[in-house]
Nanobody, 123 residues
Framework: QLQASGGGLVQPGGSLRLSCAAS????????MAWFRQAPGKEREFVAA????????VYADSVKGRFTISRDTAKNTLYLQMNTMKPEDTAVYFC??????????????????WGQGTQVTVSS
């Protein structure tokens, strides 16, 4: 089970950190990811990482602004979001899959999902 938290209202240019806590130990070979879904739009890939830290990848729209990371002792995934823009407004979901895949940006590749946390960027 994945529990996402940390969403809220932030002004443009501001920062937020999302957390995704897993109820069970995450295997080092697992893939973990963040996706987001804005109203009326399809769910889109944001960032992903291999739990052992060997690989991190980002969508072009967030590259240089967002950072995905993890705390293995806490079984928790993070998404640090800086220099936020109104177009970052969405419900953010964390996701987990067994093993890594080259299709890391495809939502259908992930088995387990958190419940989502709302992020709103507005002045």
């Amino acid at each position: 089970q994945l529990q996402a938290s940390g969403g809220g209202l932030v002004q443009p240019g501001g920062s937020l950190r999302l957390s995704c806590a897993a109820s069970e130990r995450i295997n080092s070979n697992y893939g973990m990811a963040w996706f987001r879904q804005a109203p009326g739009k399809e769910r889109e890939f944001v960032a992903a990482m291999r739990w052992n830290g060997a690989r991190t990848v980002y969508a072009d729209s967030v590259k240089g602004r967002f950072t995905i990371s993890r705390d293995t002792a806490k079984n928790t995934l993070y998404l640090q979001m800086n220099t936020m823009k109104p177009e970052d407004t969405a419900v953010y979901f964390c996701a987990q899959r067994t093993g890594w895949t080259v299709r890391f940006a495809e939502s259908y590749e992930y088995t387990y999902w958190g419940q989502g946390t709302q992020v709103t960027v507005s002045s």
